[in-house]
């Protein structure tokens, strides 16, 4: 069996009711963007094709989604370590069946995260110029953000345990806060937040809005960025490999 509708149903609801999965990824990213986005003064300000709740709001939707991806698959590589897999076995379901039940699941919290921080922004004065702006910004943070899906798998596979889960998801928000993410950087730290795995992907999620401009005036060039996520989905890949490896030396 390719995919089982009751396994992905008791999947969504199993983290419904995980108050860690909540928090991380619905609650924090739309209650940054009210703290930092909505309530301040300068959230009606322009920003490049909109105004600047516009641009935290991008941000804290790619922040929630790169959380979600992250978290949930570290927690199917753990379960996978220990032995939920085997008794899948004795299931209908592949094991392809239940890595697709975990990436759908995934996909779906990261774009209920995406939809809850957009809802916050549309109903708290975020703009921009044309409505297409909404739809890309959603398309490219939702598209790209499955990129740490192999950080979650890399980090579950490599790692032991239940701290495995909590060091992908808190690594995301360390990676935040040095990627310019959670406030814009300037200087020596936005010469180093380049090279972070977070700060390719956000920038090219402002994309629409900003083509590029930051905050202190500079432009990042297309290309820059693009070469940001590949470079850290090629690392990504290689952890996971490592992981692997890793996890069948211990078996």
Same mark, same amino acid.
């Given at each position: 069996?390719?995919? =089982?509708?009751? #396994?992905?149903? /008791?999947?969504? $609801?199993?983290?419904?009711?995980?108050?860690?999965?909540?928090?991380?990824?619905?609650? #924090?990213?739309?209650?940054?963007?009210? !703290?930092?986005?909505?309530?301040?003064?300068?959230?009606?300000? =322009?920003?490049?094709?909109?105004?600047?709740?516009?641009?935290?709001?991008?941000? &804290?939707?790619?922040?929630?989604?790169?959380?979600?991806?992250? @978290?949930?698959? @570290?927690?199917?590589?753990?379960?996978?370590?220990?032995?939920?897999?085997?008794?899948?076995? &004795?299931?209908?379901?592949?094991?392809?069946?239940?890595?697709?039940?975990?990436?759908?699941?995934?996909? =779906?919290?990261?774009? *209920?995260? $995406?939809?809850?921080?957009?809802?916050?922004?549309?109903?708290?004065?975020? %703009?921009?110029? %044309?409505?297409?702006?909404?739809?890309?910004?959603?398309?490219?943070?939702?598209? *790209?953000?499955?990129?740490?899906?192999?950080?979650?798998?890399?980090?579950?596979?490599?790692?032991?345990?239940?701290?495995?889960?909590?060091?992908? =998801?808190?690594? #995301?928000?360390?990676?935040?806060?040095?990627?310019?993410?959670?406030?814009? *950087?300037?200087?020596?730290?936005?010469? /180093?937040?380049?090279?972070?795995?977070?700060?390719?992907?956000?920038?090219?999620?402002?994309?629409? !809005?900003? %083509?590029?401009?930051?905050?202190?005036?500079?432009?990042?060039?297309?290309?820059?960025?693009?070469?940001?996520?590949?470079?850290?989905? $090629? *690392?990504?890949?290689?952890?996971? #490999?490592?992981?692997?490896?890793? @996890?069948?030396?211990?078996?």
């Amino acid at each position: 069996m390719l995919l =089982s509708s009751t #396994m992905l149903r /008791i999947e969504a $609801v199993r983290q419904l009711r995980n108050p860690y999965t909540l928090a991380f990824t619905l609650a #924090m990213p739309v209650a940054m963007y009210l !703290l930092f986005g909505a309530s301040m003064s300068y959230g009606k300000l =322009s920003a490049g094709h909109g105004n600047v709740a516009f641009y935290v709001m991008t941000s &804290m939707a790619a922040y929630g989604t790169a959380v979600a991806m992250s @978290s949930l698959t @570290s927690l199917a590589a753990t379960e996978a370590k220990q032995g939920w897999g085997r008794q899948l076995a &004795m299931s209908p379901l592949s094991t392809t069946g239940y890595a697709l039940t975990k990436l759908l699941t995934a996909v =779906s919290y990261a774009a *209920l995260s $995406v939809l809850a921080v957009f809802f916050a922004g549309l109903v708290t004065g975020a %703009e921009a110029a %044309e409505a297409w702006r909404w739809f890309a910004t959603a398309g490219i943070v939702l598209g *790209l953000g499955l990129i740490y899906g192999l950080w979650g798998l890399g980090v579950g596979l490599f790692f032991n345990g239940d701290s495995a889960t909590a060091l992908a =998801s808190i690594s #995301m928000t360390f990676f935040a806060f040095f990627g310019n993410v959670f406030m814009p *950087l300037d200087g020596v730290m936005l010469d /180093i937040a380049r090279f972070t795995p977070l700060y390719g992907f956000v920038a090219l999620c402002r994309w629409p !809005l900003t %083509e590029g401009r930051l905050t202190t005036g500079q432009t990042d060039q297309l290309w820059m960025l693009v070469l940001n996520v590949a470079v850290w989905v $090629v *690392l990504f890949a290689l952890l996971v #490999m490592a992981g692997a490896k890793r @996890s069948r030396a211990r078996q």
